[in-house]
C-alpha cells in the first residue's frame, strides 16, 4: 500500500516543480511527464497483488478533518479501475509530451502538467477511498483539475464555454452526491465504507432513494442521456492526451460509483435493472445517432463516448437485473461484460481521441470535411486508428466484441419464467444490436472521411506522421486491441473477481461462474483466431494469384469522367445522411442551403449541423429562467467586500445560536 | 464433429454459387428469357481468380484488404451455420452473437474498401450500405432471440436442432413463421437484393452493393462474388433449417431433402425479383422496420407462449 501512496505522491511532486519551472518548457514538461509516468509504473507494479491474487490491501490514518479518515483500500473491484487508471495515464502522459511542446511560444506548461498529474492522482485516490469525505475531496479535486486541463487555450471562448458548461455539470453531479453520502452517514453514524456496506438491509424505499441519487449524481459524471451535455462540449476543447485522459478513464469513476455503491444498498429490487437498462438503451443509441450527424472528428468521438456509457449501463442493468432475480450467472456475466467493456472503452476510445490529436497535431484541422486521403500520409495513425475504429464497433477479433458478448451472453442466459414481464435483459439484446449496426456506420465515416479517398484541402495534402512519442503510445493500445480479442479468457479472468464483488456471489459460485465465463470467452477467442488466420491465408492466396500477372493502377472510375476532384467525393454529411434523415425525428438537424438561382447560377451552398437537443431545448431555458429569476437578489451582490464579510460573520452567528440552541434542546 | 457434418460443410464451399444461378435462372424464365447457364457463377469466378488486377490510383491497402477479409469473415460464418439438422462444425452457446459480429465485421471492411476509392458513386453506396445494415441488424436479432426462446438453446446448431415438426404444430408454429420471415426480410437486405437493391441495375446512381465493388477486379473481385454467394448460402441454410425441420435418418435423403429446400429459397428470391420493382430509398427503412416489428412481435408472442 505505500508503494501505491508513493506511486500517488510522485506525480504530484512532480507537476508541482512543472509548475516551478514553468518558465523553461521543456524542464518542465520533462518534470511532469516523467513523474506520471513513473507513478503510473509504480502503481501498475503495486496493483499487481491485488489483481492476480484478489487479496484486499489497506491503510487507515488517523486524519483531523471532521468523520474523516484517510482510510484507503484496494480490492479487486478497485484494481481493475486503477489498472484503468495507470496504464491509461502513463501512455497519455507519455503522448503527451510532444503534443503540448507544440504550444510552447504562446503558454507555459507548468501547470497543464500540474493539473494532469492532480487529475491522475486524484483518479487513483477516489478508487481506493474507503471514506465518505476522502471520497468527495477527490472527486472534486479530479474536478477542477480537469476543468483547467479543459480551459488550457482559454483564449478561445467556446473553450470557455465548453469550461463553463463543465463545472456546473461536474457541481450539479456532486450536489447529488453530497446528499447520498450525508444519507448514508447519517444512518450509518460513520463515513466509513465499511459501515455502510454493513448496513444492510436499508428499508427498500431509502435504498431506492440512494440509488436513484447515485445514479444520477455518479450518471453526471459518466454521462447518461440527458447528464450527458458537457461531454461533447468539454471534450474536443481539451488538448487531445487530456481528452484521452477524460473520454477514456475519468467517465469510469462515474461507473466506478455506482458499481460501488451497489455494494452498499443490498440486493436490489427488479427495476434498478430495468431503469438501468432503459439508461443505458437511451444512452447507448442516441449516443452513437448524435456522433453520427457530427463533422468535427473529436465531437463525433466524445458523442460515442455516451454511446460506450450506454453499453456499460445496460452490463449493469443485466447483472442488477440477475441480482435480483438470484441468478449469478446472469449477474456475473453482465457486471463482467460492464467492467471489462470499461476497460475496453479506456484503450480504444483513449487511442481514437490520441488518433485525432495526431491528426490535429499534422493538420491543424479537427472538421472531417477538410480532411481525407490521410492513410497515405500517416501510416500509422490511420492504421492504429482503423484497428479502434473496428473495435468500438463491437465486431471480432478485437476487444469491444468480447465485452458486447459478456453482456449479451449475460441477457440470455436469463431462465427466469414469467413472461413479458422477466423479459427486460431481452431489450439489452436487441438495443446492442441495434447500436452496433449504427457504430459500423458511424466509424466507417469517421475513418473513410478522414483518412481514406483523397486530400479535401491543402493541409490535408501537407499532412505529416507525428513524431515516435506520440505514435508508440498509440501502437501499444492498438495491439491491446488485438490482443484482449484474441485473448478473452485472460481479459475474463482478470474483469471476473470484480463483477462477482459487485454481484455479492458467494465463493463456490464464482468458482462454478469462472468455468462458465472462461469457457464463453475461449469460444469467442477462437472465432477471433480463426479470422486472423484466414485473413492471413486469404492475403497468401491473393499474393499467389496476382504475382507475376499484370497489376496497373488507373484514376477511379467515374462513369468514364476523366477527372475526378476532391470535392466530389462524399463528405461526412452525406455519409450520415440516409440515417440522419431517418431518424430526423430524434436528432431535428438543420440545414442551410443556398439554392442555385437564374439561368447561369454561380454559387449554391449546403451547411448541415445537428446541436444537442439537450442543450437547445431543456437546459439552455432552464438556465436561462434560472438567470431570470435570480436577477431579484442582484442587490446581494454589491462588490463591496466588507458587506461580504459581514454576511459571513452573520451566518456563522446564526449557525453558532443554531447549534448552541440545539445541544440546549436536547 | 461427424463425417456427415464435414460433407455438408464441404457442400456449402462448393454449391453456393450454384444458389445465385438459380436465381438468375429464375427470373430468366419469369422474363420469358433463355438466361444464363445455371453453372455461369462459376465460369465468372474461374475468369477472375486467371485475371490480373487494376487499382485506382487512391486506393490503400484498406482497398486491398476489403475483400480478404470479407471472404475470411464469411468463411468463418459459413463454419458457425448449420446445414439443417445436420449442425455446423464449429457450435458453441453464443455463436448466434459471433455469426452477427461476422456479418458486421465484413461490413465495415466492405464499407472502407469502397470509400477507400474516394468516388462519389462508391461513397453513396457505402453510404447507404450502412444504413440498410443498420437497421436490419435489430432485425436479425430478434430474428434469432425468437429462436433462441422456442428452443431454449444458445447456439446456431442447437437452435435448429430443436426445431421439430412438433414445434411447428403447437401453437409455437406462428411464432416461427414470423421468426422466418424477418430472417427472409433481412436475407434480402443483407444480400443486396429486390426489394432493397437490385444486383441487375446498370446505373451507378441506383446501385447499393455493386457500386461498392465497382473498382475491384480481378481476384479481388472474385473473393468478393463468391463471398456474397456463401452469404446467400448462409442465411438460405438458417431459413431452411426453420422451415424444414425433418431428419430421415439416410444422409443421402437428409442431404438431398436440404439442397432442395436451398433451391427452393434461391427460387423464391428469384420469384421475388421477377415479380416487384426494387423499392424507393426512401421507403427502404420502412421495410426494414417493418421487419423488425415483425421480430418483435414473434418474440413477445414466444414469451407469452413459453
Redesign the interface.
Known sequence: MSLLLIALGIPVAGGALAVALGRFPRAATAAGVSSAVIGCVLGLVAIGGPLSTGATIALRLPWRVPYGEFSVAVDSLSAVFLLVIFGVSLLAAAYGAQYLLAYRQRKSLGAPWLFFNLLVASMALLVMARNGILFLMAWEVMAIASFFLVTFEHEKADVRNAGWTYLVAAHVGTAFLLVFFAILGLEAGSMDFDRFAALQPLAPALASALFLLAVAGFGAKAGFVPLHVWLPEAHPAAPSHVSALMSGVMLKTGIYGILRALTFLGPPPAWWGLLLICIGLTSGVLGVLFALAQHDLKRLLAYHSVENIGIIALGMGVGVWGMSQGQAVVAVLGFSGAVLHVVNHAVFKALLFLGAGSVLHATGERKMDRLGGLLKKMPVTGGTFLIAAAAISGVPPLNGFVSEFLIIMGALSNTTDGGIATAAPLLAVVGLGLIGGLAVACFTKAFGVVFLGSPRTGRASQAHESPVSMLLPMIILAVLCVVIGVGAPLAAMVVLPAAAQVAGADSQLVMSNVVAVTLVARNIAGVAAGVLVMVALLALGRWLLLAGRKVTTAVTWDCGYERPTPRMQYTSSSFAQPLVDVFSRLLSPRSHIERPTGYFPHSATLHTETPDVFLNKGYRPLFEWINLASISLRWLQHGRVHLYLLYIFVTLVVLLIWQLGLRGGV | MRPETLLFQACAFVLAPLLLGVINRTKAVFAGRMGAPLLQPYHDLWKL?R??????????W?F??G???G???V??AV??TPVGKVGAV?A????L??F???L??M??FT??AA??????????G???E??I??????A???GL?VL?LVSGS?SLTGMVGAIGIDTWLRTTGAVLALAAATIFLVMLAENARIPVDDPNTHL?LTMVHEVMV??HS???FG?IMYAAALKLWVFSALIVGILLPVRTGNILADGGLLLVGMLVVAIVVGVVESSMARLR?LHV?HLLTAAGGLG?LA??LA??V?
Not at chain 2, 51 to 60: D, E, L, N, W
Not at chain 2, 115 to 124: C, I, P, V, W
Request: aromatic residues 8%; proline residues 6%.
Open positions: 481468380l485475371k490480373g488486377a487494376v487499382y485506382s490510383s487512391t486506393t490503400t484498406v486491398r484488404a475483400p480478404v477479409v471472404l475470411a469473415t468463411i468463418i463454419l458457425l464449429v458453441f452457446p453464443g455463436d452473437i459471433a452477427a459480429g461476422l458486421g465485421l461490413r465495415f464499407i472502407v470509400m477507400d476509392t474516394g468516388s462519389s458513386f462508391e461513397g453513396m457505402a453510404s447507404r450502412a444504413m445494415a443498420a437497421l436490419a441488424e435489430p436479425l436479432f430478434l432471440l433462441v444458445l451507378e465497382l473498382d480481378g481476384p479481388d473473393y430509398m427503412p418483435a418474440v413477445a414469451l407469452v413459453g
